[in-house]
């Protein structure tokens, strides 16, 4: 089974703290995402990663930033946080796929960000 | 914003009933996928349509896609208490290969 690992479960922080959330998954797949979920608005991508390296900005970036030094390690960084970034961060991966078709994305468990 | 709309946002239903979600979105799609998310933990996938495809089947979930209305459905036939979660439709963009862009999900409660 394709297993994605959000490093820490529950974590609360301090406004202006740099906070970082550790993905990784153990399926060799190309693509890495993260996304944030907030009741009403439902899940918005932050940033993704086509293959390591690369990243390219979704819909939120504001705030963010992503680092992919390995294939299996996709890291999500509040460079200073803010109350308005607590939420859930739900990382996620797939594998490569051609521009006509699409692929299942399997989801880690999420990681509860609570900045105060 | 690339996000379509999910209705109903709840939804609540008796044990056997079926249950029917429904999923518009706005752009050009190569595939529409359907996930379920139990209380406080990730998403599962449950079933991906084509754009090629009208409809599709897997067990007791079947999926309806309209590219013309930019639309689709996901009916739950003979639902359980088992099945109270929420629903997600989440859709891949033409051109931009694995990238999903989800809508706000609809939160089902089936009552035994």
């Known amino acids: 089974d394709v297993k994605v690992t959000q490093s820490s479960r529950y974590l609360v922080k301090r406004t202006g703290e740099k906070v970082f959330l550790e993905c990784v998954q153990d399926?060799?797949?190309?693509?890495m995402f993260w996304y944030r979920q907030d009741p009403g608005l439902g899940l918005r991508l932050i940033y993704f990663s086509y293959d390591v390296k690369m990243k390219e900005k979704g819909d939120i970036p504001e705030g963010y930033s992503v680092s992919r030094e390995k294939k299996e390690r996709f890291s999500l960084i509040l460079e200073s946080a803010s109350t308005n970034q607590t939420s859930m961060y739900l990382c996620?991966?797939?594998?490569?796929?051609?521009?006509?078709?699409?692929?299942?994305?399997?989801f880690g468990e999420g990681s509860w960000l609570t900045v105060v | 914003s690339q996000q379509g709309e999910e209705d109903p946002q709840a939804l609540s239903i008796q044990e056997g009933e079926n249950a029917t979600m429904n999923c518009s979105y706005k752009t050009s799609i190569n595939n529409l996928q359907w996930y379920r998310q139990n209380s406080g933990r990730g998403l599962v996938h449950l079933i991906l349509i084509r754009s090629n495809e009208r409809e599709k089947h897997s067990g007791r979930l079947r999926v309806t896609l309209d590219t013309s209305k930019k639309s689709s459905s996901l009916l739950i036939t003979a639902s359980r208490a088992a099945d109270t979660a929420s629903y997600f439709c989440?859709?891949?963009?033409?051109?931009?290969?694995?990238?999903?862009?989800f809508g706000q999900g609809t939160e089902l409660s089936v009552k035994p």
């Open positions: 399926m060799d797949h190309e693509n």
């Open positions: 989440a859709w891949g963009i033409y051109n931009q290969g694995g990238k999903l862009i």
């Open positions: 996620a991966s797939s594998p490569q796929t051609g521009l006509s078709s699409g692929n299942t994305i399997y």
